[in-house]
Each structure stands twice: as C-alpha cells, then as structure tokens.
C-alpha cells in the first residue's frame, strides 16, 4: 500500500532525499507521492516535520 501527502504539507521538501526510489515530486501546492513507483518503505514518514504522509 502506498504512502500519500496530505494538505497539511507545508512543502519543506526534507521528504525528497529521503525517498530510495525518487518517487516524491513537487506539486501544486503540496508535493505528491507517485504510488506507482512507491516501495513502501515508509522512510518519508519519519522525515516529515508535520506528520503530513500517510497510508494509503
């Protein structure tokens, strides 16, 4: 099951050297996970200061 951002992302970006698989980009207004290419690894999760990345 793969991870998404919620809207209480405040677009840091400290998810996106933390993703193994470079699966995280920049959208509009909030990044998104790409769950096509997301391993589950939950990596993110941990690196996120305001608790926005959850399972899906």
């Known amino acids: 099951m ?6 209480d992302c ?12 470079s ?11 790409d769950g096509d290419v997301c391993i589950d690894c939950g990596v993110c999760v941990s690196s996120c200061p305001v608790d926005a990345i959850k399972e899906k």
């Open 23 to 33: 699966c995280i980009a920049e959208g509009s207004p909030i990044y998104v996970i």
């Open 10 to 21: 405040i677009s840091c970006g400290a998810c996106v050297p933390e993703c193994p698989v």
């Open 2 to 7: 793969a991870y998404f951002i919620n809207d």
